[in-house]
């Protein structure tokens, strides 16, 4: 009987399942908590940034319904070879129109948890065209609340497709695969208890270096290669987006050309900070573990085996923390939050927290 590591927590009943239902529960509460405080907390100095704040908690939301459904109903694994990885239930699916149901739902979780990465772009573009409205030359300086919401709404079909595609095509197993995983990956069976060459198993496999049935060298795969690529410069697209976004807002809060009043910059210069905090938990918990699952053993050709699980189910904590860091620093949100559960006074407070302006501020997308 084989041996359990330490992070077979990971993948084993019932702690996974526990896991899942817990950061689930966290991420309904403390999104929908985010969801009402907005809804019923006047703070004009916010403006337009509330309903990103709101579709940013329903994307947290939807993503963590996704966690809960791979995780506790399918029970997805994640197992990181030499080669790349593997990623598959531990149920076997049914075919509809030839294709593997389970192959179906990771394409929606694809959709639920890649859109994440998307809007907290847009949080950063939000609070760049905030900071830099009323000079500039930008194309988007006379657009309206219906450009910008055009905009992101093309932009999300666009990427979420681009993802989804590239996942289906590029990472989609074939015969020849299927055939080979008893040999490649015998522990898969031995851990999981899983027939990969099942075709009612749906699976994501990326193996960057092959295997040639013929001669037995190795290869790199022009495929698994085309396909990492091009989720890695989506993946990283959003991220430079952000530094960009950081490094522009810096410099345009402290320019002197920009004629902000003291209090208006001040308010901006602690939305951003709070912004960059909140930025560094899906760093921690989304960016830096998937980024280890999508490279680490087609770069370096060491198997961390089912670690991979304990990587997947880190990425579960980023949708059910975030919002309590949006609470936390914008002062009035916090008081909020004081004031519905009873809590001391002195914590609406406490810390480093965003406070209105004298006048209320408008920005592009508010016109």
Same mark, same amino acid.
């Given at each position: 009987?084989?041996?359990?590591?330490?992070?077979?927590?990971?993948?084993?009943?019932? #702690?996974?399942?526990?896991?899942?239902?817990?950061? $689930?529960?966290?991420?309904?509460?403390?999104?929908?908590?985010?969801?009402?405080?907005?809804?019923?907390?006047?703070?004009?100095?916010?403006?337009?940034?509330?309903?990103?704040?709101?579709?940013?908690?329903?994307?947290?939301?939807?993503?963590?319904?996704?966690?809960?459904?791979?995780?506790?109903?399918?029970?997805?694994?994640?197992?990181?070879?030499?080669?790349?990885?593997?990623?598959?239930?531990?149920?076997?699916?049914?075919?509809?129109?030839?294709?593997?149901?389970?192959?179906?739902?990771?394409?929606?979780?694809?959709?639920?948890?890649?859109?994440?990465?998307?809007?907290?772009?847009?949080?950063?573009?939000?609070?760049?065209?905030?900071?830099?409205?009323?000079?500039?030359?930008?194309?988007?300086?006379?657009?309206? *609340? @219906?450009?910008?919401?055009?905009?992101?709404?093309?932009?999300?079909?666009?990427?979420?497709?681009?993802?989804? #595609?590239?996942?289906?095509?590029?990472?989609?197993?074939?015969?020849?695969?299927?055939?080979?995983?008893?040999?490649?990956?015998?522990?898969?069976?031995?851990?999981?208890?899983?027939?990969?060459?099942?075709?009612?198993?749906?699976?994501?496999?990326?193996?960057?270096?092959?295997?040639?049935?013929?001669?037995?060298? *190795?290869?790199?795969?022009?495929?698994?290669?085309?396909?990492?690529?091009?989720?890695?410069?989506?993946?990283?697209?959003?991220?430079?987006?952000?530094?960009?976004?950081?490094?522009? $807002?810096?410099?345009?809060?402290?320019?002197?050309?920009? %004629?902000?009043?003291?209090?208006?910059?001040? *308010?901006?210069?602690?939305?951003?900070?709070?912004?960059?905090?909140?930025?560094?938990?899906?760093?921690?918990?989304?960016?830096?573990?998937?980024?280890?699952?999508?490279?680490?053993?087609?770069?370096?050709?060491?198997?961390?085996? #089912?670690?991979?699980?304990?990587?997947?189910?880190?990425?579960?904590?980023?949708?059910?923390?975030?919002? !309590?860091?949006?609470?936390?620093?914008?002062? @009035?949100?916090?008081?909020?939050?004081?004031? %519905?559960?009873?809590?001391?006074?002195?914590?609406?407070?406490?810390?480093?927290?965003?406070?209105?302006?004298?006048?209320?501020?408008?920005?592009? !997308?508010?016109?």
């Amino acid at each position: 009987m084989i041996e359990h590591p330490i992070w077979s927590f990971a993948y084993t009943k019932p #702690s996974h399942a526990i896991l899942m239902g817990t950061t $689930t529960t966290v991420a309904f509460f403390s999104n929908s908590l985010l969801i009402y405080i907005v809804a019923t907390t006047k703070a004009d100095h916010i403006g337009a940034y509330r309903y990103l704040l709101v579709f940013f908690a329903i994307c947290n939301i939807t993503t963590s319904i996704g966690h809960l459904a791979f995780q506790w109903v399918h029970e997805y694994c994640c197992h990181m070879t030499s080669i790349g990885f593997y990623f598959f239930p531990k149920h076997l699916g049914s075919i509809v129109f030839g294709v593997s149901t389970s192959s179906i739902f990771c394409w929606m979780f694809i959709v639920t948890y890649y859109q994440v990465f998307l809007i907290l772009a847009f949080h950063f573009i939000y609070r760049y065209k905030t900071v830099t409205r009323g000079f500039g030359n930008s194309f988007t300086d006379n657009w309206k *609340m @219906k450009h910008w919401i055009l905009a992101a709404m093309i932009a999300y079909v666009l990427y979420i497709g681009a993802f989804v #595609s590239t996942v289906a095509i590029g990472m989609a197993p074939d015969a020849q695969n299927r055939a080979d995983v008893p040999e490649i990956v015998p522990e898969i069976i031995e851990i999981y208890g899983m027939d990969l060459t099942d075709e009612r198993t749906g699976y994501i496999y990326l193996g960057m270096r092959r295997v040639d049935p013929v001669t037995k060298e *190795m290869y790199w795969s022009a495929q698994s290669t085309i396909a990492i690529s091009l989720c890695v410069l989506l993946f990283g697209g959003t991220g430079a987006v952000v530094v960009y976004c950081i490094v522009k $807002t810096n410099a345009a809060i402290k320019s002197e050309t920009n %004629l902000l009043t003291s209090t208006t910059r001040r *308010m901006q210069r602690q939305l951003f900070k709070a912004l960059l905090v909140q930025t560094t938990i899906p760093c921690l918990f989304s960016y830096t573990p998937l980024l280890v699952i999508l490279l680490w053993g087609g770069l370096t050709g060491i198997a961390l085996g #089912s670690f991979g699980n304990a990587l997947f189910v880190i990425t579960a904590i980023f949708p059910s923390v975030d919002s !309590f860091f949006v609470l936390f620093f914008i002062a @009035k949100f916090r008081a909020a939050v004081v004031k %519905l559960f009873g809590l001391p006074a002195r914590w609406a407070k406490s810390g480093s927290s965003v406070e209105a302006p004298r006048a209320p501020t408008t920005t592009a !997308f508010t016109k």
